[in-house]
């Protein structure tokens, strides 16, 4: 990877023909993205325009031919880097990141939202199968809220896929640019990243009372989950830094984050809320004697 990064880098040639050629090609839109984002991390936006702009063209023809997660992915991990290159924040960056995930959904209700509603319509039949008993046990009211929520918590899962995979592309351009230009930097970075409590409860409540507050605002469970599960992530990565814990502990977390996913992505978004309240990283570097890992890329 560090060998594409260096033939990016070589030219405006060589960097046009990643970044276009990628996101012509199905399926490697988050190349493309990761690409942009390390020009544009590197060169600044005046410089980057060139460049990007041979990308965007490929993307809206896959809009045009009803795909717009190109485009989407593109255009969003930009200005997730440009938030980035400003202001060095990963916090931030995360934040934002739910605000983008909103403007997905929006996106992705306009291009599929008769797709998304036919497949809650029969996950509506199959319902009282799956729930077995306490389906039955709900009432008439209570079932219909509940079938209002599937449509728009399949959006929400959708756009959050697309949050996480904007979120990608953006580390991997981060990833590049410190590979190239200060090796480490992104490990310490990404190390650091932890929540202030009051943005930390803020995700927790946005994840707990959205579907409370009206079934569009359903699409707020998943969209916010991601900033926390990627801080928990950060976390292992840190303690496991800090010598606190084994090394085959991340090897442990990636296998079952992928293998039991439905088990390890809440544990992660719970451990990240904890961590904002005590600060793991913080008071172990206490006792060590030395602070957190930082840098920059």
Not at 81 to 90: E, F, G
Not at 104 to 119: D, K, M, S, T
């Amino acid at each position: 990877m560090r060998a594409l990064a260096e033939f990016i880098m070589r030219g405006r040639m060589q960097a046009i023909f990643v970044v276009a050629g990628a996101a012509a090609l199905p399926m490697l839109f988050w190349l493309s993205a990761a690409a942009g984002c390390l020009v544009l991390l590197r060169r600044g936006l005046n410089d980057a325009l060139g460049v990007l702009v041979w990308a965007v063209l490929p993307a809206l023809a896959w809009w045009y031919f009803g795909d717009p997660r190109t485009l989407l992915v593109l255009l969003g991990s930009l200005g997730l880097a440009l938030l980035l290159r400003s202001q060095a924040s990963w916090v931030r960056v995360m934040l934002c990141s739910v605000g983008l995930g909103l403007l997905y959904v929006w996106a992705l209700g306009a291009v599929f939202g008769e797709p998304i509603a036919a497949l809650a319509s029969e996950l509506q039949k199959v319902l009282p199968d799956a729930l077995s008993g306490a389906y039955q046990q709900l009432s008439v009211e209570e079932r219909g809220r509940l079938e209002s929520l599937l449509a728009p918590v399949l959006t929400g899962l959708l756009a959050a896929l697309l949050q996480v995979v904007t979120l990608v592309s953006l580390m991997l351009g981060r990833y590049w640019q410190a590979a190239l230009y200060n090796p480490g930097g992104f490990g310490g970075e990404f190390r650091a990243l932890r929540f202030p409590a009051l943005p930390a409860m803020l995700l927790l409540v946005g994840m707990l009372l959205g579907p409370n507050l009206g079934a569009q605002l359903a699409v707020l469970t998943p969209l916010c989950s991601v900033p926390l599960v990627f801080a928990g992530i950060a976390l292992m990565h840190g303690l496991v830094a800090q010598g606190r814990l084994p090394r085959f502990w991340l090897v442990g977390l990636y296998v079952t984050l992928v293998l039991f996913m439905q088990l390890i992505y809440p544990l992660l978004a719970v451990l990240a809320i904890v961590d904002s309240l005590f600060d793991f990283r913080g008071r172990a570097a206490g006792k060590n004697g030395a602070g957190p890992a930082n840098g920059e890329g």
